[in-house]
T-cell receptor, first 113, second 110 residues
Framework: DTGVSQDPRHKITKRGQNVTFRCDPI?????LYWYRQTLGQGPEFLTY????????KSRLLSDRFSAERPKGSFSTLEIQRTEQGDSAMYLC???????????FGPGTRLTVL | GIQVEQSPPDLILQEGANSTLRCNFS?????LQWFHQNPWGQLINLFY???GTKQNGRLSATTVATERYSLLYISSSQTTDSGVYFC????????????FGTGTKLQVIP
């Protein structure tokens, strides 16, 4: 257990539905990342927060995706109008401001039917 | 953007054998980590090693930043070492985007 938690661990939804995932970081970690991992691939960077500010977004993050980190604590990733291509593992990682090592949560596995 | 390639892509070892995994990157980095992804998808931190050499039990890692590569050594492999090994980097270009390598899938057989 790295101390980073994600909820839910698994989500099955029908195409067109909206889904929201949550990540709770290690308490003193002010930097938070979201990644997506599809089968047989390495994780791909989606977005990055420093405290509550979203500072970096990948071109993978289409208009249907939105991420927030209110008050610089937990973060949510929402996918609107899900598509089958959104099926993947969504991973959250956090780290301290002064030290670059990232720690990953267990991930949320999304299946879109 | 920075390119990160790992080799070999697949590796099968007899239990007790040693192995070396390689990570090549195309630009200077200020962050390099090695991870082991277990069958349940959890990424487990092995080393944070932007430069130099570190050892932890049967595992050790070396990063030669000037030559843009890192090596992960596994000695006396065990079946529990099976899984996918990733290196991940943040380039020195001032952005925080993390790029993962292509991964090495290791299978250790009894």
């Amino acid at each position: 257990d790295t101390g980073v938690s994600q909820d839910p661990r698994h989500k099955i939804t029908k195409r067109g539905q909206n889904v929201t995932f949550r990540c709770d970081p290690i308490s003193e970690h002010n930097r938070l990342y979201w990644y997506r991992q599809t089968l047989g691939q390495g994780p791909e960077f989606l977005t990055y927060f420093q405290n509550e500010a979203q500072l970096e977004k990948s071109r993978l993050l289409s208009d249907r995706f939105s991420a927030e980190r209110p008050k610089g604590s937990f973060s949510t990733l929402e996918i609107q109008r899900t598509e089958q291509g959104d099926s993947a593992m969504y991973l959250c990682a956090t780290r301290q401001w002064t030290y670059n090592e990232q720690f990953f949560g267990p991930g949320t596995r999304l299946t879109v039917l | 953007g920075i390119q990160v390639e790992q080799s070999p892509p697949d590796l099968i070892l007899q239990e007790g054998a040693n192995s070396t995994l390689r990570c090549n990157f195309s630009d200077s980095v200020n962050n390099l980590q090695w991870f082991h992804q277990n069958p349940w998808g959890q990424l487990i931190n092995l080393f944070y090693i932007p430069s130099g050499t570190k050892q932890n039990g049967r595992l050790s890692a070396t990063t030669v930043a000037t030559e843009r590569y890192s090596l992960l050594y596994i000695s006396s492999s065990q079946t529990t070492d099976s899984g996918v090994y990733f290196c991940a980097v943040i380039s020195s270009g001032g952005y925080q985007k993390v790029t993962f390598g292509t991964g090495t899938k290791l299978q250790v057989i009894p």
